[in-house]
């Protein structure tokens, strides 16, 4: 085969190579598209896992002793109940749209909620 030919031939792939870029393209796009949905469900769990940590943490702060040394009672101040709280809003909040991105398609919250770690 001579260069000509091989010119010749190159350039009638190159004319008809429009669908095959468009497939390329599509298959790019998707994949994109797959990894940041991926990536904002790891960061979901990430976040839960972290919240869940940091609530296993949490203890009530206001403790009354026995004369032994035992204790007798431990209650939550108030803020310390609000903080908890507010922690448990969030882990249902955070895992109500995990769930509505698996489940509905809809990752339009998980988004909002979960943030990438370099941010």
Same mark, same amino acid.
């Given at each position: 085969m001579t260069t000509q030919q091989i010119?010749?031939?190159?350039?009638e792939?190159?004319?008809?190579?429009a669908p095959?870029?468009?497939d390329k393209v599509v298959e790019h796009l998707v994949?994109?598209?797959? =990894?940041?949905?991926?990536?904002?469900?790891?960061?979901?769990?990430?976040?839960? *896992? #972290?919240?869940?940590?940091e609530l296993k943490k949490t203890k009530p702060d206001v403790v009354a002793y026995n004369l032994d040394?035992?204790?007798a009672s431990a209650n939550w101040s108030k803020q310390k109940l609000d903080d908890? =709280?507010?922690l448990e809003q969030k882990m249902e909040?955070?895992?109500?749209?995990? *769930? #509505?991105?698996?489940?509905?398609?809809?990752y339009s919250d998980l988004y909002n909620l979960a943030k990438p770690a370099s941010e």
């Open positions: 010119s010749i031939l190159v350039a792939r190159i004319k008809n190579i095959e870029v468009s994949t994109k598209e797959l =990894n940041r949905r991926s990536e904002a469900v790891i960061n979901g769990f990430s976040e839960l *896992d #972290k919240m869940k940590s040394g035992t204790i908890k =709280n507010k909040k955070l895992t109500k749209a995990i *769930d #509505k991105a698996l489940v509905d398609n809809d």
